[in-house]
């Protein structure tokens, strides 16, 4: 039976080869947010077919999740991207289900579900949608595995394709922190873009017993908080004080210990979280929960943070107590992305568009000047 390699498992799988091993080991992932994620993906879609002529099959419509009413917004975000991305003679369809096996020279097969496909009259360009409803920002276009995945099964399925755009879309981000909504990655459709993965994916099962932690393929593996690469990790963090090791302690630490530490970090960050909601699970069940070492661990309450069901009657009561507009602006964090919703909202305009006036081109000429952008250090890793 030949193995198969879904898309949006290849960022795992590509950069920690163990985990072809281990994770068909252990359970799937549990979280609140897929569950948020299907109900978007499904009101985005359904409203797709209804008003753009999508075609796709869709299945029931998921129960809405408690978080539904906050989150419609990031539905239509996805729906106004495509709708304004997209040219009107493209058809276009959403939950596109691909797969292709690549034969006995290379023997696995590579699947993936498009969440929205657009094909141009005369099939020679394609640009493809992923929608990504979560918090934590994903790589960019240009670097996901995921997408060069996609990117990979058109070229099969759509021999005549000329040239393949892929864009991320993750309305949550936060622009105003240097995390883009959206990104893309447009790939001339040649041999070597198939040949590449197709490589890469060979030599990852050729090295499926080993572990190699790190803060892209751990932060959403099912076997992360069993994984003994990470248990090792995690063990290095305990052990007793030697003459040899307080012998190497210095007054600043090396370029070295100072890179393993921020790996570190970004490696353990997740499964360290998944860690904690399991044993509040427990907890809660059995009202405590005993670590290795002994230490038990309970819950206490404590007092959480704000919320604003209302922030139309906060913003009034608050400009009511305070008249002065520079004292009012000291209450309130300006942000770059709302206001450009609020701007397409209320002039009825697209956020962005190559063809007229726009959200962002409104914002640019009146705004803009009264705004400094810093610069974002993101640290790389090679």
């Known amino acids: 039976m030949t193995p198969t ?13 163990g985990a072809i091993t281990l994770v068909p080991l252990v359970n799937p ?6 569950i948020e994620g299907t109900y978007l993906h499904w009101i985005a879609h359904d409203r797709m077919k209804a008003e753009l002529g999508a075609v796709g099959e869709l299945g029931p419509k998921p129960a809405a999740p408690k978080s539904a009413a906050f989150s419609q917004w990031i539905a239509d975000y ?8 997209v040219q009107a003679d493209w058809s276009l369809e959403v939950e596109a289900a691909m797969a292709y096996e690549f034969g006995e020279a290379h023997p696995f097969t590579l699947s993936g579900h498009i969440d929205c496909l657009a094909m141009s009259p005369d099939g020679t360009e394609a640009i493809g949608f992923d929608l990504k409803t979560g ?27 000329k040239r393949v755009s892929f864009f991320i879309v993750q309305p949550r981000n936060d622009e105003d922190e240097g995390f883009e909504r959206m990104s893309h990655v447009t790939v001339e459709a ?8 197709v490589a890469r994916i060979v030599a990852a099962m050729a090295n499926s017993l080993e572990l190699n932690t790190g ?31 307080i012998a190497r302690i210095k007054n600043e630490p090396d370029d070295a210990t100072l890179g393993e ?45 704000y919320t604003f069901p209302d922030p139309v009657g906060f913003y009034r009561a608050t400009r009511q107590l305070i008249a002065d507009d520079a004292d009012y602006a000291a209450t309130v964090k300006p942000s770059v992305t709302k206001t450009k919703e609020a701007l397409a909202k209320v002039m009825g305009l697209p ?11 409104v914002f640019d000429g009146a705004l803009r000047p009264l705004c400094e952008q810093g610069k974002r250090e993101v640290l790389v890793f090679t």
């Open 5 to 17: 390699f879904r898309c949006s498992s290849l960022d795992r799988d590509l950069n920690c080869n």
């Open 29 to 34: 992932r549990k979280g609140d947010e897929a």
């Open 78 to 85: 996805y729906f106004e991207a495509v709708r304004d991305t």
């Open 135 to 161: 918090y934590d920002p994903v790589d960019i276009a240009e670097y996901n595995w995921q997408i060069l995945g996609y990117i990979v099964l058109l070229m099969q399925a759509y021999p005549d394709l």
């Open 190 to 197: 040649t041999p070597e873009v198939t040949n590449g993965l």
């Open 215 to 245: 803060r892209t393929q751990c932060k959403w593996c099912p076997a992360a908080v069993q994984c003994p690469a990470l248990q090792a990790d995690r063990d290095l963090m305990k052990m007793l004080l030697t003459q040899e090791a």
């Open 261 to 305: 530490w921020v790996i570190a970090g970004r490696t353990l960050a997740r499964p360290i979280e998944d860690a904690e909601t399991l044993a509040k699970e427990r907890i809660k069940a059995n009202g405590y929960l005993d670590a290795k070492g002994g230490t038990r661990i309970t819950i206490k309450e404590q007092a959480g943070s």
């Open 351 to 361: 956020k962005t568009s190559k063809k007229g006036d726009s959200a962002q081109s």
